[in-house]
C-alpha cells in the first residue's frame, strides 16, 4: 500500500510537470510578450509594493499567464514525518478547497518562514496566532501540494513569502501587512513576504 502511495505521488509530480510544459510549448509562437512593444504591453498598475531581492534559485524560472513564477528548483526542506503531518494540517485548515497552486502557496509560506526565521515547521506552523490546524484525513491533494514545496523545491511565488490573507472574509489588508512586499493572489489569498 505504501508502494502504491508512492508510485501515485511520482505519477502526479511527472502529470504536474508535464503539464507545465505543455502550457510554455503552447504560449510559443511567433510573438512573445517579450517581443512587444512597451506601449503594447499595457498592464494595470497597482499600489502595492513589489519584490526586490529574489530567493535563491539554481534552475530557470517561468512564468505562466497568471503572471505566477513556478520555480523549477529552489529551496527545499526536508520533512519528518510529524513535521509533514503538522504541516499537511496547517494546509489542510488553511486552504483545502483551493487548487492545488492555492495549496502550494500556503505551504510555501511555512517553507519560507523556516528559512528566513531559522525555525523547524513545528514552531513555524504551532506559533501562536500564525496558522490555522485542522485535524482531519489529509486530501491527496494536499500532501502533494507539501511534497511539491517542501521535497521538490516549488514555489508559486520567486520572492521569500512569508504572508497571506484570506481577502475576500477581510475587506481590507490587516496593518501588520504594510511592512511586507505584495507578493499575488492566489484564489482568495493575497500573499506577502
Known amino acids: 500500500m505504501k508502494n502504491m502511495k508512492e508510485i501515485i505521488k511520482i505519477l502526479a509530480l511527472v502529470a504536474f510537470v508535464m503539464l507545465i510544459m505543455l502550457f510554455f510549448m503552447a504560449l ?35 512564468v505562466d499567464n497568471t503572471g505566477i513564477i513556478i520555480i523549477e528548483q529552489g529551496p527545499m526542506l526536508a520533512l519528518s514525518d510529524e513535521e509533514r503531518r503538522v504541516v499537511e494540517q496547517v494546509v489542510m485548515a488553511e486552504a483545502r478547497g483551493e487548487t492545488l497552486e492555492g495549496q502550494m502557496a500556503v ?16 514552531e513555524v506552523c504551532t506559533s501562536p496566532g500564525q496558522y490555522s490546524t485542522i485535524d482531519m484525513p489529509v486530501m491527496e491533494r494536499v500532501s502533494d501540494a507539501v511534497m511539491f514545496v517542501f521535497d521538490f523545491g516549488h514555489s508559486i511565488y520567486e520572492f521569500p513569502t512569508t504572508h497571506f490573507y484570506q481577502c475576500e472574509i477581510l475587506s481590507e489588508m490587516p496593518s501588520y501587512l504594510t511592512e511586507f512586499a505584495f507578493r ?3 484564489g482568495p489569498h493575497k500573499f506577502y513576504g
Open 28 to 62: 510559443e509562437g511567433p510573438e512573445t510578450a517579450a517581443d512587444t512593444k512597451p506601449e503594447d504591453n499595457k498592464t494595470e498598475e497597482t499600489a502595492e509594493p513589489v519584490a526586490t531581492e529574489p530567493m535563491e534559485v539554481t534552475e530557470k524560472s517561468s
Open 107 to 122: 505551504a510555501q509560506t511555512i517553507r519560507d518562514r523556516c528559512i528566513t526565521r531559522d525555525q523547524t515547521p513545528i
Open 184 to 186: 499575488g493572489q492566489t
